[in-house]
């Protein structure tokens, strides 16, 4: 009980959000603005038969969280299959480090970006030689 089913990226640019995650990894967008009554977009993350959830990206309500500013919501982590690869992408497209990539011992690589809208967010590459 009480499963993660749906995530909302609370965003000030809708259209650079959507460049951002579309670009760095892969998610498309509905829109769902005239049935939520603002604008909303829905995310679709990939396959439906794999593992995880899709959510929204949806308009930012009021100020955006203040640079250095702790944690004060969810931070989602996405898994990638190229830790430095999706990073560059992640900076490329104007989103900065919040925690650089580390290891898990024996389980992955993880790191925390914070994405062009100012939200914090994490990737998450397995690999079993990680340390």
């Given at each position: 009980m009480g499963k993660v089913v749906h995530f909302e990226v609370h965003v000030d640019d809708m259209e650079r959000a959507k460049k951002f995650y579309g670009?760095?990894?892969?998610?498309?967008?509905?829109?769902?603005?005239?049935?939520?009554g603002m604008p909303y977009f829905g995310a679709v993350t990939g396959?439906?038969?794999?593992?995880?959830?899709?959510?929204?990206l949806m308009q930012r309500m009021?100020?955006?969280?203040?640079?250095?500013?702790?944690?004060?919501?969810?931070?989602?982590?996405?898994?990638?299959?190229?830790y430095d690869a999706t990073?560059?992408?992640?900076?490329?497209?104007?989103?900065?480090v919040a925690l650089p990539k580390?290891?898990?011992p024996g389980m992955a690589w993880q790191g925390y970006y914070i994405d062009t809208e100012?939200?914090?967010?994490?990737?998450?590459q397995p690999d079993e030689n990680a340390k």
């Amino acid at each position: 009980m009480g499963k993660v089913v749906h995530f909302e990226v609370h965003v000030d640019d809708m259209e650079r959000a959507k460049k951002f995650y579309g670009d760095v990894f892969g998610w498309t967008f509905e829109d769902w603005s005239s049935y939520a009554g603002m604008p909303y977009f829905g995310a679709v993350t990939g396959d439906a038969e794999a593992m995880g959830i899709n959510g929204a990206l949806m308009q930012r309500m009021g100020p955006p969280p203040a640079p250095g500013q702790a944690v004060n919501g969810f931070a989602c982590t996405m898994g990638v299959g190229d830790y430095d690869a999706t990073e560059a992408k992640i900076l490329a497209l104007g989103g900065t480090v919040a925690l650089p990539k580390y290891a898990l011992p024996g389980m992955a690589w993880q790191g925390y970006y914070i994405d062009t809208e100012g939200n914090i967010i994490g990737i998450h590459q397995p690999d079993e030689n990680a340390k």
